[in-house]
């Protein structure tokens, strides 16, 4: 705003240019006005940025626009950070699996420290007939829940409620599950 005053008002050389269209609308809406044009028709001495300017802009008319920059950029900044949110890098439990969310969402986590396999990793209810190791590794991972109760699925991951790694299936969790008998 500095340069643009100096340039366009005190007639100095400097490096910035004429003020774009938009940058005149958000400055003469935030000072009240329908569009830079309106300003104009209403203020046509003080809505120019040209030196024929016959009043030159006062102290208060700094602030007000530099303010007025100062909140554009902020939010310019908060929106280009919220866009980075919705990458999706986070994930949260439904029911059974994972599903990729906005980071803000309640309960989301950053998947880029888990590395979890959403597309593979769910929840799943032991049964006797099922294949739990297939050459020797195991197909299936446990880990206990917020009431100790032991649960599985069906990849490395972490356990949705408490956020502990999980651990492989052995032989001696699935007999004491009742599902092995050796």
């Known amino acids: 705003m500095k340069n ?4 366009h008002v005190e007639g100095r050389i400097n490096s910035s240019k004429e003020p774009t269209l938009q940058l005149k609308n958000l400055i003469a809406e935030y000072l009240g006005f329908d569009d830079y044009l309106d300003f104009e028709s209403k203020n046509p001495r003080n809505g120019n940025f040209s030196k024929e300017t016959s009043k030159p802009i006062n102290k208060k008319h700094i602030y007000i626009i530099t303010s007025s920059i100062i909140v554009l950029l902020l939010v310019l900044s908060l929106s280009y950070k919220n866009a980075l949110f919705m990458d999706y890098n986070c994930i949260v439990w ?3 699996h994972y599903t990729k969310a906005p980071c803000y969402y309640l309960n989301s986590i950053d998947n880029t420290t888990y590395h979890i396999d959403i597309d593979h990793f769910k929840k799943v209810t032991l049964s006797k007939g099922m294949e739990f190791f297939t050459d020797g590794k195991e ?31 052995t032989r001696t969790i699935l007999k004491d599950e ?4 050796e």
């Not at 643009?4 to 340039?7: F, I, L, Q, S």
């Open 178 to 181: 009742g599902l092995l008998n």
């Open 139 to 169: 197909n299936f991972w446990y880990g206990s829940n917020t009431k100790g109760e032991r649960e599985f699925f069906t990849a490395r991951g972490v356990h949705p409620e408490t956020l502990k790694e999980l651990d492989p299936i």
């Open 4 to 7: 643009y005053y100096e340039k």
């Open 94 to 96: 439904e029911k059974d």
